[in-house]
């Protein structure tokens, strides 16, 4: 983890970034049910950015790109072409007794 920089610079950040997505790249999306995807959002890819939020506070963009690749994870990660999301992401991040999934929302 970098200690010096900008706070602010997309690049600071980048690292983190490229952690988050080669973990996802690792699990290969395509051959997990999305029961699976979901579990692994929640158990092991939350984890990172908590885990970088308890030093330094995030900037939306990068929150915002964290998200996206959720989102592309969740709704078949490494298929081409256009995705299509059954559900909107405000209601994925419901909690269970609302009739979501509890994945944790990053932006705040």
């Known amino acids: 983890m970098p200690i010096r920089g900008n706070l602010r610079n997309?690049?600071?950040w980048q690292l983190m970034v490229e952690k988050f997505r080669s973990r996802?790249?690792?699990w290969k999306?395509?051959?997990?049910?999305?029961?699976?995807r979901v579990c692994l959002i929640k158990s092991l890819i939350s984890a990172l950015p908590l885990y970088y939020l308890s030093f330094f506070k995030m900037p939306r963009n990068v929150i915002k790109e964290l998200v996206?690749?959720?989102i592309n994870f969740l709704w078949g990660w490494g298929s081409e072409?256009?995705?299509t999301t059954w559900?909107?992401?405000?209601n994925i991040c419901k909690s269970k007794e609302a009739r979501g999934l509890a994945i944790r929302d990053w932006q705040f």
């Not at 999306?29 to 699976?36: C, D, E, M, Q, V």
């Not at 559900?87 to 405000?90: A, G, H, L, N, R």
């Open 29 to 36: 999306g395509k051959l997990i049910s999305i029961a699976g």
């Open 81 to 83: 072409g256009r995705k």
């Open 10 to 12: 997309k690049k600071f």
């Open 24 to 26: 996802l790249t690792s």
């Open 87 to 90: 559900v909107s992401w405000d």
């Open 68 to 70: 996206r690749i959720q």
